[in-house]
């Protein structure tokens, strides 16, 4: 770069230092206008937004309640048979039991005949 | 107030700040607005809508380096935006040397002091690359990097717009020796 561009460049320098223009009387109530508008819209957003998040989390656990209660149970889907018919009931499992006793006896007894 | 209380005031939303912010900066960034699109109307609104975002957008300064260059890097930003926007930004990659259509007269030479009728003279290639790199202090690189143009492409036009305006003044008006 030779001089007569440093000279160029430095008179621009000074002349854009220099630059001021000044705004029309309009350009400040344009300005706020838009600062106005975007306060309240902020403002709005931070009552609102709580307010969105509380309500979308109300109604998540709406619907999870609602899913869990109305789902069909396991023993529903085999057709109608309750969980509680496997259970075996205390009496019968006595009677079961006497059962299988006699029967062995009668196993035991029975054994030596059919040896013979 | 001083600066650091103004960008305060500007942080907490406060209405008066913010307008004394925009009396002490708006007529500066006007006269950069004015030195890349040309015509008054534009520069104040794109001043306006740089102020915008910079009061919108006033805590991402994070308080390093000067607070009126973050500024001015929203303001020329604007600026491109707008000149993409109206493809007038468009730099031919061709540098071909544009004739002007009536060679200023030895009193225009003289009275063209304005630098902003001179830049406005000058093709828009020309008169972003010299305002990006000899005003705004950019480099090569980035001026490749924000107008999309190879670095030598930005050197050739920036030569090109200087030659232009040497040819528009007379050499007394800047020559600091004269």
Redesign the interface.
Same mark, same amino acid.
């Given at each position: 770069m030779n001089s *007569?561009?440093k000279?160029?460049?430095?008179?621009?320098?000074q *002349? $854009?230092e220099q630059?001021?223009?000044?705004?029309?009387p309009a $350009?400040?109530p344009?300005? *706020?206008r838009?600062?106005q508008r975007?306060?309240s819209r902020d403002s709005r957003r931070t009552v609102f937004r709580p307010l969105t998040w509380a309500a979308a989390a109300v109604a998540l656990l709406v619907i999870a309640v609602s899913v869990f209660t109305l789902l069909p149970r396991p023993a529903s889907i085999l057709g109608g048979q309750s969980i509680e018919l496997e259970f075996v009931h205390p009496e019968r499992s006595l009677v079961m039991e006497k059962r299988l006793a006699e029967a062995y006896s009668w196993y035991q007894i029975s054994e030596p005949d059919r040896k013979r | 107030m001083n600066e650091n209380e103004l960008i305060e005031g500007c942080r907490r939303q406060n209405r008066k700040a913010q307008q004394k912010l925009f009396d002490h900066f708006a007529p500066k960034m006007i006269g950069l607005c004015m030195r890349y699109v040309g015509n008054r109307r534009d520069a104040e609104e794109l001043m306006i809508e740089g102020m915008f975002k910079v009061m919108t957008k006033i805590d991402q300064y994070s308080g390093n380096g000067s607070f009126e260059g973050w500024m001015r890097r929203i303001m020329v930003n604007e600026c491109l935006m707008f000149l993409r926007k109206q493809k007038e930004g468009q730099i031919s990659l061709e540098d071909t040397y544009y004739e002007p259509s009536k060679a200023p007269s030895a009193e225009e030479r003289l009275m063209e002091a304005d630098i902003l009728a001179l830049l406005d003279r000058l093709p828009t290639g020309y008169r972003l690359v010299f305002n990006l790199y000899v005003i705004e202090g950019y480099k090569h690189r980035e001026i490749a990097d924000i107008l999309g143009i190879s670095i030598n492409t930005s050197k050739s036009q920036l030569i090109l717009a200087r030659k232009r305006l040497r040819a528009m003044i007379a050499p007394s008006t800047y020559n600091t020796d004269s």
């Open positions: *007569e561009d000279d160029l460049d430095r008179h621009f320098q *002349e $854009a630059l001021d223009i000044p705004p029309s $350009a400040w344009k300005l *706020e838009r600062l975007r306060s | -």
